[in-house]
């Protein structure tokens, strides 16, 4: 038999313990959180920034006990559309919509929101005020790479920008690189170039074998995206150009750190959120809104700027030890609340 002072006790130190909480502290659904069930609709998955993403959502879904469905319509606009609609027939409680196309995913998101359904969107803009956007703060992103590139390079260079236009944060990053240029006349863009065709590393260094080639003086290739980087820097590295031109990216993973810290490496710098913490942050944003709280209209996860020379003098080989050795990495305290279980540290 256990006395009612220990078992007080007991029920108390489990309270404490990090990453656990009670179902009876919980309000509905989450009371019961095995009958929730949620769906997740890509349209990007090429690449290690989403595959860490989608790491983070199926640890906060299994965290908080709900049932998570993935739906992977690989930069098919239309089939992600249908999608959405797959997940309103399967009477979901709730949708993340996960990048897309706005003229594509409007509608889709309007009709999940007309059957009843919470949703929420990460990087793509659905034009609707009953969804939350959970966004990296693309404009921090590029204005920290950029500001690292006019550090290292002054304010005066010749530039190559890769873009794909109609994607929601490389659209908000090109317009960081807009008003970057604008206010420093000396930058000079002779080359805009980018696409989205998989595998996206591959394609890019494609584009940009090409690019260089007819613009041998290039200094700077801003590519904010780090498939576009990663292309970027297989191209310069077969034209021998490793010391000539510098590349500044946005996101982060294992491999783009590899790639950082090789000997001679062009790729000086990244603004990155951790792609797995932002899959969190949109579980729990969603979370929010099933419970009806209120996430806000903006959920912002803030960016880190990460320097080859940072990542050289601190020893950081792989994301385990970014998030080990620069904590603010490693969690957002963002969409929270007391009730949330988080997932193991």
Same mark, same amino acid.
């Given at each position: ?36 069930? *949620? ?55 709730? *949708? ?20 009843? *359904? ?228």
């Amino acid at each position: 038999m256990i006395s009612r002072r220990i078992f007080a006790a007991l029920v108390s130190g489990v309270a404490l313990v990090p990453g656990l909480a009670l179902a009876q502290d919980a309000p509905a659904p989450f009371d019961n959180p095995g009958d929730v069930n *949620i769906a997740l609709v890509r349209y990007l998955s090429t690449g290690d920034f989403f595959q860490a993403y989608l790491s983070g959502v199926e640890k906060q879904a299994a965290a908080l006990g709900v049932n998570l469905q993935v739906f992977d319509s690989r930069q098919d606009a239309a089939l992600q559309a249908d999608m959405v609609d797959q997940a309103i027939a399967l009477g979901v409680d709730g *949708i993340i919509i996960q990048h897309g196309l706005t003229e594509s995913m409007k509608e889709a998101a309007q009709r999940a929101v007309d059957a009843g *359904i919470k949703v929420v969107a990460f990087d793509v803009n659905v034009e609707n005020a009953a969804i939350p956007q959970v966004e990296q703060s693309d404009a921090a992103l590029a204005q920290l790479a950029l500001d690292q590139a006019i550090a290292d390079n002054g304010a005066e260079w010749v530039a190559g920008f890769v873009h794909v236009a109609g994607i929601a944060p490389l659209d908000r990053r090109a317009a960081v690189w807009e008003e970057v240029k604008a206010a420093n006349p000396g930058i000079n863009e002779v080359a805009m170039f980018g696409t989205l065709d998989n595998p996206i590393a591959n394609s890019v260094a494609n584009q940009a074998r090409s690019v260089l080639s007819a613009n041998p003086n290039i200094q700077v290739m801003f590519a904010p995206y780090d498939e576009f980087a990663k292309g970027v820097k297989i191209a310069v590295d077969e034209a021998g150009m490793s010391g000539q031109v510098s590349i500044y990216s946005a996101d982060i993973s294992t491999a783009d750190i590899q790639l950082m810290r090789e000997e001679g490496s062009a790729w000086k710098a990244t603004a990155a959120t951790n792609p797995a913490v932002v899959g969190e942050v949109s579980v729990r944003s969603l979370a929010l809104l099933l419970a009806g709280e209120n996430p806000g209209a903006s959920v912002i996860v803030p960016p880190t700027l990460i320097t080859q020379a940072m990542l050289n003098e601190l020893d950081i080989k792989n994301m385990e030890e970014l998030g080990a050795k620069l904590p603010a990495f490693a969690h957002a305290d963002v969409a929270m609340a007391p009730w949330m279980t988080l997932p193991p540290r």
